[in-house]
Nanobody
């Protein structure tokens, strides 16, 4: 089971980036996929999650109205679309997978500890 996060980079404030999380070794439509981030000197923070059925859950209000999440099960890929980026969005972004049973396909669990598999992270830097 592997997750590959990509799409990070350097962008000016107000700009946009799209992160991708591609899964291999499992069928991602039975997994919820979450995006988390960690800025230097700060604790890891949940950003957004998409359930196995495609419902999204925001872990932080700071990205509401700016970030969205989507999934393409045919490509085993989840996307994090980030718009109106701010310097405080600067962090390493990680994607993670949580295998769910069918009755929980619409849910995202609340914390990072609930996710079993993690990608390597991709750096997002927003300049002011």
């Amino acid at each position: 089971v592997q997750l590959q996060a990509s799409g990070g980079g350097l962008v000016q404030a107000g700009g946009s980036l799209r992160l991708s999380c591609t899964a291999s070794g499992f069928t991602s439509d039975y997994y919820a996929i979450g995006w988390f981030r960690q800025a230097p000197g700060k604790e890891r923070e949940g950003v957004l999650c998409i359930s196995a059925s495609g419902d999204s859950t925001y872990y932080t209000d700071s990205v509401k109205g700016r970030f969205t999440i989507s999934r393409d099960n045919a490509k085993n890929t989840v996307y994090l679309e980030m718009n109106s980026l701010k310097p405080e969005d600067t962090a390493v972004y990680y994607c993670a997978a949580d295998r769910v049973s069918p009755i929980f396909r619409r849910l995202c669990k609340p914390g990072a500890a609930d996710f079993d598999y993690w990608g390597q992270g991709t750096q997002v830097t927003v300049s002011s």
